[in-house]
């Protein structure tokens, strides 16, 4: 029992980290193609700025539950995904060193040098984590003492490829519909021009994707098992026409809670899929690293639970407050630092 609470929970810290990170990774990746000037890039950067960092600390709070509920699984990720772990931290080194760094420089030279990297940083985290849990959903080629048995082109076949894009995908919207919240005047037009654009390939590819779930994973048959967890693949596809019916009523902020909600849903479809594994082999069932042969002890798992009731609700509050801050519109005058 304790077991699958701790499933659920890594799974929620997961899809928190991609909800909220997500609209800042899409920002980064769009703003080559939607920034046309310098006034425009800091209204981006002022978008992103005062959450960024927040926004990661689901992602620091998955990586190390990891460690301590399910030390086993840890142990074989990084080692068995170590070169695209290994990219997708120095993606998002580059990403957080320019968002820092961009303001301590006058040179526009240097500036533009930084707009670079944080785009480039965005694009490449976006990518790597769409391979890697479409990886996972469709299993790693694992053997029976957890030992990698392929490289990191390995990782780069169709099934997760297509999740690195459609990962790629729902960032994209999902940091548009947050710009378009966040900016005003041109900027915030040519956003709203994006988006319905950019929906529509994200349609598009979820569609495919879960079809390919289909036919590379055995994710599905958790699902026809068990007709009620049909619930959350049913969720991503409301939320997914919600973003379009509220972006036709020009209602961007529920548009955005909608993309979030599809965001969480997308990804639990994949998660829940493969429970009770938390890394499925693609070699032998019998291979898989399961909630039960990667746990804690019954011990440490009670304790990190007491850990989590008292300070993951702590986080939450403190970013509500935060997000109520600075829930106006980022103008270009703002937190002048960048």
């Not at 798992?301 to 609700?313: D, E, H, R, S, T």
């Amino acid at each position: 029992m304790l077991e699958t609470i701790w499933f659920v929970i890594w799974g929620l810290l997961w899809a928190g980290y991609f909800l909220l990170d997500g609209f800042d990774l899409g920002l980064g990746a769009l703003m080559p193609f939607i920034a046309k000037d310098e006034s425009e890039r800091k209204a981006i950067y002022h978008a992103v700025g005062p959450f960024w960092d927040g926004n990661e600390v689901w992602l620091i709070a998955a990586g190390g539950l990891t460690f301590a509920v399910f030390p086993g699984a840890y142990a074989t990720m990084f080692s068995a995904l170590y070169s695209a772990l290994m990219l997708l931290l120095f993606a998002l080194i580059i990403r957080g060193a320019a968002l820092g760094l961009r303001g301590e420089t006058e040179s526009r030279w240097a500036k533009r040098a930084w707009d670079r990297m944080f785009a480039l940083g965005s694009i490449l985290s976006a990518l790597l984590f769409g391979v890697v849990f479409a990886n996972i959903f469709q299993g790693i080629p694992i053997d029976a003492e957890g030992v990698y048995q392929g490289s990191l082109l390995t990782l780069l076949n169709p099934y997760g490829l297509l999740g690195g894009a459609l990962f790629f995908a729902f960032f994209l919207v999902h940091g548009c519909l947050w710009l378009v919240m966040k900016s005003n005047g041109e900027l915030r037009e040519r956003a709203k021009g994006l988006a319905p654009k950019l929906w529509l390939a994200l349609l598009a590819l979820a569609l495919v994707f879960l079809g390919s779930s289909a036919v590379f994973t055995e994710i599905w048959s958790q699902y026809l098992n068990h007709l009620a967890l049909l619930i959350i693949p049913l969720s991503a596809v409301v939320s997914l026409l919600a973003v379009m019916v509220f972006m036709r009523r020009d209602a961007w902020d529920n548009a955005w809670i909608a993309s979030a909600l599809f965001v969480a849903s997308a990804f639990f479809f994949g998660w829940i899929g493969i429970y009770p594994a938390l890394l499925p082999s693609s070699l032998d069932s019998a291979y898989h690293v399961t909630i039960h042969n990667s746990a804690s002890s019954p011990l440490t798992l009670k304790i990190m639970l007491g850990v989590a009731l008292v300070f993951i609700p702590l986080v939450i509050v403190y970013q509500a407050l935060v997000y109520s801050l600075f829930k106006g519109k980022a103008g270009k005058g703002e937190h002048g630092y960048y």
